[in-house]
């Protein structure tokens, strides 16, 4: 079974550009989330998307947006991009198993993403 | 507050030599648990998870983990570490079902190997 895939994987974008990147979960996954990953700041939750909707969101302003779609695959837009945008962006699917139960989250490669 | 620590940002073992990663976190509820390993330039592996039952869990590449409820703490270990072991280990919190895609991650311990 195919992992999690991210395109693309490396992105130079100039201070005030926006940025659009995809993330294709495993098969029959419907969750995805995603993380920011800087040397500063670690691994932070972005937000998580099910069946097309956000379930939850973190701590990071409106100009990080994200959606899914039917086929479960997702994207997350970062508008007027500044330089602590710079980081690696990962995307991580899961199936949802129901209230009680665990949700283990397999990461894909990432999106390197370097903003100048 | 929800958080995770990992005490140690960088650690050097001999080749051969056991090792162990601690982790201790702070959650209000009951957590689950997980350990992932993250070479340069890469993604995150999972090594291994603890939801419930036997405290002590088996992953892969030779890792075990034990959760102790009393010290908050999921450590990791393995009894004799490989060259190719040297790597960032990440240890992650998250709560179940609908809420599961909100991980806490610590700050990443780095493991050095030395021939």
Redesign the interface.
């Known amino acids: 079974k195919a992992g999690v895939t991210q395109t693309p994987r490396y992105l130079i974008k100039t201070r005030g550009q926006q940025v659009t990147l995809s993330c294709s979960p495993i098969s029959g996954h419907r969750s995805v989330s995603w993380y920011q990953q800087t040397p500063g700041q670690g691994l932070q939750f972005l937000f998580e998307y099910f069946s097309e909707t956000q379930r939850n969101k973190g701590n990071f302003p409106g100009r990080f947006s994200g959606r899914q779609f039917s086929n479960s695959r997702s994207e997350m837009n970062v508008s007027t991009l500044e330089l602590g945008d710079s980081a690696l962006y990962l995307c991580a699917s899961s199936f949802p198993r129901g209230k009680q139960s665990q949700e283990t989250q397999y990461f894909g490669p990432g999106t390197r993403l370097l903003v100048l | 507050a929800q958080s995770v620590t990992q005490p140690d940002i960088h650690i050097t073992v001999s080749e051969g030599a056991s090792l162990e990663l601690r982790c201790n976190y702070s959650y209000g509820a009951t957590p ?1 648990l ?1 350990w ?1 390993v993250q070479s340069p ?6 090594l291994l ?1 603890y ?1 419930s039952g036997d405290t002590l869990v088996q992953g892969i590449k030779g890792f075990e983990a034990e959760f102790k409820r009393s010290q908050s703490s999921f450590n990791l270990r393995k009894p004799s570490v490989h060259w190719s072991d040297a790597a960032e280990y ?1 240890c ?1 919190v ?1 709560p ?13 311990t780095e493991l050095s190997v030395k021939p």
């Open positions: 689950y997980f992932y330039g890469q993604g995150l592996q999972l998870k939801f990440f992650a998250g179940l079902g609908h809420q599961g895609g909100k991980l806490i991650f610590g700050q990443g």
